[in-house]
């Protein structure tokens, strides 16, 4: 029996959108025609499959007019940001100008008498889970290397972002990859795990909650399909007594606030150097009471409600334990902040790690912010946290953030930067965060299995 899936707009709680999920049987012949069509993809050339995905990621910036204002009502980013597909497309491109070196022979060597190399084989069937914070990055990430590289991908998108699977479906089959090869569809959970303990799928890639990760890891026990995984974090700042500190606030700060905070790789928590920390607090207090909350059409508005009210709740909560805890709020709260999905940005000082605001993952407008005498100090302060996705080092000196950064548990580090996925660049996690890696050469090992080739030339 199919379940009805809706898509409740963070503007004013109302359906935006909603959909029936496929049945069992519907679901399992998706799957099936996607694994039928998989050899003959596989077998075009690989510039030609390069082509159609970027004709298909093209297609998709023709419809950027609509897409905009459908995100803002699907959830909640401000118009006045125009979307996604400056990053979509730069992920996809780099992605298909790497493809021939990535999955190019290793050539292991040959004389007179023998022929060896590893040949990089596409896993089969790629099913794509992906989530509603950065719903067309996040997707491509994974759907035009995994098509690049000959598979046949299925991709079920979050609810909360009903109609971008619908949206990027229509857009490649328009640039002519067929139908079977590329195939968007609404599923529930227990359908989803079904496919995936029945080995549907050759490879799944989830993007989502820790809870969500794990539910994909138990469908797919026993089944040797492998599971790659991008899920919680926590991620932190540490500002130096050496730092850029105009540079370090504004980028921490709006890598903690912008999408309203819902960003993976988000600032969650901010380390700052004692000789420095009454500076950049100012400078970041001044900056968070700057922001307009309000309607995410309105070209004014530069933070949005949270996408749903269930979120905001989350956060709430967080804040209002810190602050019986002994935290201090300190932004007053805004006039739009309606109590529900519309929430206040608020920056904590006296904060601890006794406080889930440091622990628990917020994805919310919320940071705190906490005064360091030493690296030591802030080394074990930002590897006290289950998750380990990025951390950002704010420094002049090259050397010290690299010394940091080999002592810091997180799937990548910046230096005077945030927020910022680099596709030549594993994108990848530890501890709760997950395992695999998406992006650059690494992602497309991870799409592909290496198939060796050993010839022997002469028998005599």
């Given at each position: 029996?199919?379940?009805?899936?809706?898509?409740?707009?963070?503007?004013?709680?109302?359906?935006?959108?909603?959909?029936?999920?496929?049945?069992?049987?519907?679901?399992?012949?998706?799957?099936?025609?996607?694994?039928?069509?998989?050899?003959?993809?596989?077998?075009?050339?690989?510039?030609?499959?390069?082509?159609?995905?970027?004709?298909?990621?093209?297609?998709?910036?023709?419809?950027?007019?609509?897409?905009?204002?459908?995100?803002?009502?699907?959830?909640?980013?401000?118009?006045?940001?125009?979307?996604?597909?400056?990053?979509?497309?730069?992920?996809?491109?780099?992605?298909?100008?790497?493809?021939?070196?990535?999955?190019?022979?290793?050539?292991?060597?040959?004389?007179?008498?023998?022929?060896?190399?590893?040949?990089?084989?596409?896993?089969?069937?790629?099913?794509?889970?992906?989530?509603?914070?950065?719903?067309?990055?996040?997707?491509?990430?994974?759907?035009?290397?995994?098509?690049?590289?000959?598979?046949?991908?299925?991709?079920?998108?979050?609810?909360?972002?009903?109609?971008?699977?619908?949206?990027?479906?229509?857009?490649?089959?328009?640039?002519?990859?067929?139908?079977?090869?590329?195939?968007?569809?609404?599923?529930?959970?227990?359908?989803?795990?079904?496919?995936?303990?029945?080995?549907?799928?050759?490879?799944?890639?989830?993007?989502?909650?820790?809870?969500?990760?794990?539910?994909?890891?138990?469908?797919?026990?026993?089944?040797?399909?492998?599971?790659?995984?991008?899920?919680?974090?926590?991620?932190?700042?540490?500002?130096?007594?050496?730092?850029?500190?105009?540079?370090?606030?504004?980028?921490?700060?709006?890598?903690?606030?912008?999408?309203?905070?819902?960003?993976?790789?988000?600032?969650?928590?901010?380390?700052?150097?004692?000789?420095?920390?009454?500076?950049?607090?100012?400078?970041?207090?001044?900056?968070?009471?700057?922001?307009?909350?309000?309607?995410?059409?309105?070209?004014?508005?530069?933070?949005?409600?949270?996408?749903?009210?269930?979120?905001?709740?989350?956060?709430?909560?967080?804040?209002?334990?810190?602050?019986?805890?002994?935290?201090?709020?300190?932004?007053?709260?805004?006039?739009?902040?309606?109590?529900?999905?519309?929430?206040?940005?608020?920056?904590?000082?006296?904060?601890?790690?006794?406080?889930?605001?440091?622990?628990?993952?917020?994805?919310?407008?919320?940071?705190?912010?906490?005064?360091?005498?030493?690296?030591?100090?802030?080394?074990?302060?930002?590897?006290?946290?289950?998750?380990?996705?990025?951390?950002?080092?704010?420094?002049?000196?090259?050397?010290?953030?690299?010394?940091?950064?080999?002592?810091?548990?997180?799937?990548?580090?910046?230096?005077?930067r945030a927020d910022y996925l680099d596709p030549g660049l594993c994108w990848t996690g530890c501890k709760?965060?997950?395992?695999?890696?998406?992006?650059?050469?690494?992602?497309?090992?991870?799409?592909?299995?290496?198939?060796?080739?050993?010839?022997?030339?002469?028998?005599?």
């Open positions: 029996m199919s379940q009805t899936l809706k898509c409740i707009s963070p503007i004013d709680g109302s359906v935006f959108a909603e959909r029936e999920t496929l049945s069992r049987e519907d679901a399992f012949a998706a799957a099936e025609r996607a694994r039928a069509a998989q050899a003959a993809w596989a077998a075009r050339p690989l510039q030609e499959r390069i082509d159609l995905v970027m004709a298909g990621v093209a297609k998709v910036g023709e419809m950027n007019d609509e897409i905009v204002p459908e995100l803002a009502h699907m959830m909640g980013r401000p118009v006045r940001f125009g979307g996604e597909f400056g990053g979509f497309n730069e992920r996809a491109s780099h992605m298909a100008e790497i493809a021939k070196e990535a999955l190019a022979d290793i050539e292991v060597g040959e004389d007179e008498t023998c022929k060896r190399y590893i040949k990089r084989i596409p896993q089969g069937v790629v099913f794509v889970v992906a989530p509603w914070n950065y719903p067309y990055m996040t997707a491509i990430n994974t759907v035009a290397p995994a098509l690049i590289a000959g598979n046949t991908v299925v991709l079920k998108h979050a609810t909360q972002t009903l109609l971008v699977g619908e949206r990027m479906a229509e857009a490649f089959h328009a640039a002519g990859v067929p139908a079977d090869v590329f195939q968007n569809v609404f599923l529930d959970h227990d359908t989803t795990s079904a496919l995936i303990a029945a080995k549907a799928f050759d490879f799944v890639n989830f993007t989502g909650s820790v809870g969500g990760g794990q539910a994909m890891e138990r469908a797919a026990a026993g089944t040797f399909t492998g599971v790659g995984t991008e899920l919680g974090g926590k991620d932190p700042g540490y500002v130096m007594e050496d730092a850029d500190i105009d540079a370090a606030v504004d980028t921490l700060i709006d890598g903690a606030m912008f999408n309203s905070g819902q960003c993976c790789c988000g600032i969650e928590r901010i380390y700052v150097h004692e000789s420095v920390y009454d500076a950049f607090l100012a400078k970041a207090l001044e900056i968070v009471k700057g922001y307009k909350l309000g309607n995410p059409m309105d070209p004014e508005t530069s933070i949005g409600p949270m996408a749903n009210v269930r979120f905001a709740k989350e956060v709430r909560e967080q804040i209002a334990e810190a602050l019986e805890m002994g935290a201090v709020a300190q932004i007053e709260t805004f006039a739009e902040d309606d109590g529900g999905a519309y929430l206040t940005p608020q920056i904590l000082t006296n904060v601890t790690h006794d406080m889930r605001v440091m622990r628990d993952e917020s994805f919310g407008p919320v940071v705190g912010i906490m005064k360091v005498s030493s690296d030591e100090e802030a080394i074990k302060l930002m590897n006290d946290s289950e998750f380990g996705l990025t951390a950002s080092l704010w420094t002049s000196d090259v050397d010290r953030a690299q010394r940091i950064g080999d002592q810091i548990e997180t799937g990548t580090v910046f230096m005077n709760n965060t997950g395992r695999g890696g998406g992006l650059s050469v690494i992602g497309y090992h991870n799409l592909t299995r290496p198939k060796s080739y050993h010839l022997k030339k002469v028998t005599g």
